[in-house]
């Protein structure tokens, strides 16, 4: 149960179009956030961060929150995404990561073998605790202080996408080392990945509790793995990290003086997971999001017609011209009318290059229709 000062229990986000969105209740005018919208794209964002390497700003308080409010200012979107980053817990757990400007998350030392793996879960998950994330709690209190009623959308990494870089050491093509450890020594992988689930679980739980009104778990690299190997050797790892959140509810008045339980809404996304659409719903989210290579219609036919949809603009569409880009929307919104209900986003995350003003002007189309 959440605190009766969170957000959603004090009923300031229970109402909010995201969130009646994720919880499966079509909205008369579709919720829009884009994933990175915080970022490269904001010329603000820039100028705060000369300086600033990129995991020291996620550790700032200030800074972070003051990140993830830019873009929620600018263009007007419908949820706030914390600023901070999937490999923040691996650092707060111990690991020597760091992220390379323009490339990414690098590991100081890889793990590649059992030995490894036993090294790395020495450190026991259970000591994140309150204390270990007082940066992460006391930036979402600044910025859920400033957004209203405008909920903020906490995250974390999922298991296989964390694992990817902590087995390759950093950014990989087709992670085949990780694919590697998973059949080649399955004992050192599910270690590894009951590790990982715990660490990220606690992170995403201390988001929720310090006031976000959703979550998604970013299965980023998911999309690198046959369904075989993504039952078998990760969806229990994303269960498992899902499950420190799962027991997050608050109540909400309804008629006649009873009250309704609901859970925190979990979005759980993934590039080029098109074929674990179904295994991905199953791991205990609420709400799939999309990515650009299928069509939202598509994809809500291949999860039963039943599952909120989040996604799927390109990319790639945002730099061409406008009307071009409008279509675009147009076809993307008449496709979520197959899902119960859809959350508007990118299909991946905002190119760096991206003219801000057309994300503003987006959010305008979307509300506007
Ligand atoms: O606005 C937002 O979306 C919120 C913040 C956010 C960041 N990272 C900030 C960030 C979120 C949700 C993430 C998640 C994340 N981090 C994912 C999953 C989402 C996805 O893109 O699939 C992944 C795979 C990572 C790991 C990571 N961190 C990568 C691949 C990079 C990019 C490297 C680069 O420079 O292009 C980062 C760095 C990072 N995380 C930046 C930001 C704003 C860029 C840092 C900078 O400004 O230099």
Not at 266 to 288: P, S, W
């Amino acid at each position: 149960m959440l605190d009766p000062s969170h957000p959603l229990s004090a009923g300031r986000t229970a109402s909010a179009r995201l969130v009646r969105a994720y919880q499966g209740v079509r909205q008369e005018v579709a919720p829009v956030w884009f994933m990175r919208q915080a970022g490269r794209s904001l010329p603000e964002y820039r100028e705060l961060r000369v300086g600033t390497r990129m995991l020291d700003a996620c550790l700032d308080p200030a800074l972070a929150s003051e990140i993830t409010l830019q873009p929620v200012r600018r263009h007007g979107v419908d949820a706030g995404i914390f600023f901070s980053d999937i490999v923040i817990p691996l650092r707060l757990a111990g690991v020597d990561v760091d992220i390379v400007p323009g490339k990414g998350p690098v590991l100081g030392s890889p793990v590649r073998t059992a030995d490894d793996v036993a090294r790395l879960t020495e450190t026991d998950p259970a000591s994140l605790d309150a204390s270990a994330f007082a940066p992460i709690v006391e930036a979402v209190a600044l910025t859920i202080a400033e957004l209203g009623e405008t909920p903020l959308i906490g995250f974390a990494g999922a298991p296989f996408t964390l694992a990817a870089y902590l087995v390759e050491g950093g950014p990989s093509k087709d992670h085949i080392r990780a694919r590697t450890l998973m059949h080649a020594d399955p004992a050192a992988w599910a270690k590894l990945m009951a590790w990982t689930a715990d660490v990220t679980g606690a992170f995403l739980r201390a988001q929720i509790l310090a006031g976000a009104s959703a979550a998604q778990l970013f299965d980023s690299w998911a999309g690198a793995l046959s369904l075989g190997d993504y039952t078998e050797h990760v969806a229990p790892a994303s269960t498992r990290a899902l499950s420190h959140v799962r027991d997050l509810t608050y109540d909400v008045p309804v008629d006649d003086g009873m009250s309704e339980t609901r859970n925190v809404p979990i979005v759980h996304f993934g590039v080029g997971t098109g074929e674990l659409l179904k295994a991905m719903h199953e791991v205990g989210a609420d709400v799939v999001g999309i990515d650009y290579r299928i069509p939202l219609d598509e994809a809500s036919r291949r999860l039963g017609h039943v599952v909120p949809l989040q996604g799927n603009i390109d990319p790639a569409m945002l730099d061409a011209p406008w009307p071009v880009l409008e279509a675009h929307v147009a076809d993307v919104l008449a496709r979520g009318a197959d899902a119960p209900a859809h959350v508007v986003n990118l299909g991946h995350g905002v190119p760096p290059e991206t003219d801000p003003a057309v994300l503003t002007r987006l959010v305008e189309f979307i509300h506007s229709r």
